[in-house]
């Protein structure tokens, strides 16, 4: 009887080497004791060699595609995402720890500044013009600062796309810094935009200005999605995950 094989989302990584290394040495098994049963009195039958190829290939079949189901799920954050209200007449809804730490397994940064020396005070969730966007507020007890992190297609612009606006940054006044990776509005209270992949960043903050590189740094120093996402789920049935799981599994060669 074949062990249940355990459901990648038990683990930190999408699907491990050894989840793979047990689905091929598990088809091989079969493989052999198929080879070894055809070669004993069916041989001599026309209707029941057949039938015995069939249900080995049924069941190598059953083992794949069982593996690749479970590969294939649906990505944990579109049900957090799903709750999120279109604004403006929507509002915001408040995210918890744990959709916080769900949205990370998806490839959001979820940025909480903890090595600055910030706390996340709260964290709320909108979709803008059908891009999933996140509101982080954090502070350390003196000063202030609230993180938006949007994913949506790019703005088709060099600069990064303001995620509150969804206009590039030039067009609401930033200026680039450096080699406009960082793109700047200066302040009392600063704001600064910059996007990685298709992920944009907007950070208003009191800080002192010598404070705004690593800031900055930290927005993309933890995990970012290099796919859109989109406001509702992917398909759930059996075809839709068995093509998602396969895809993925491919993608390991």
Request: aromatic share 6%; net charge neutral.
């Amino acid at each position: 009887m074949v062990a249940p094989i355990p459901s990648p989302f038990n683990s930190d990584s999408p699907i491990s080497e050894d989840l793979t290394r047990k689905i091929l040495q598990r088809t091989q098994n079969i493989s052999t004791t198929c080879s070894e049963e055809l070669r004993l009195p069916y041989r001599h039958s026309p209707w029941k060699k057949p039938a015995f190829f069939g249900a080995c290939l049924v069941a190598i079949t059953g083992l794949f595609g069982g593996a690749i189901y479970l590969v294939g799920a649906p990505d944990p954050s579109q049900e957090i995402i799903a709750q999120w209200p279109a604004t403006p007449a929507g509002g915001l809804a408040l995210v918890g720890n744990e959709d916080i730490a769900k949205l990370r397994q998806s490839g959001w940064t979820c940025p909480d500044l903890h090595a600055l020396g910030f706390k996340l005070d709260q964290a709320q969730g909108a979709v803008l013009d059908g891009s999933p966007t996140l509101k982080l507020k954090l502070s350390d007890g003196g000063n202030s600062v609230t993180v938006y992190e949007r994913h949506s297609t790019s703005s088709g612009s060099t600069a990064p796309m303001n995620p509150l606006t969804g206009h590039p940054a030039s067009q609401d006044g930033f200026q680039p810094l450096g080699g406009g990776k960082v793109w700047l509005q200066p302040g009392p209270t600063w704001q600064a935009v910059l996007a990685s992949g298709d992920t944009s960043y907007l950070m208003v903050s009191n800080m002192p200005p010598s404070s705004l590189k690593p800031a900055t740094a930290a927005l993309t120093s933890g995990p970012t999605s290099n796919s859109t996402l989109a406001v509702t789920g992917p398909s759930n049935d059996l075809s839709s995950r068995l093509m998602r799981g396969l895809a993925r599994i491919l993608a390991m060669e």
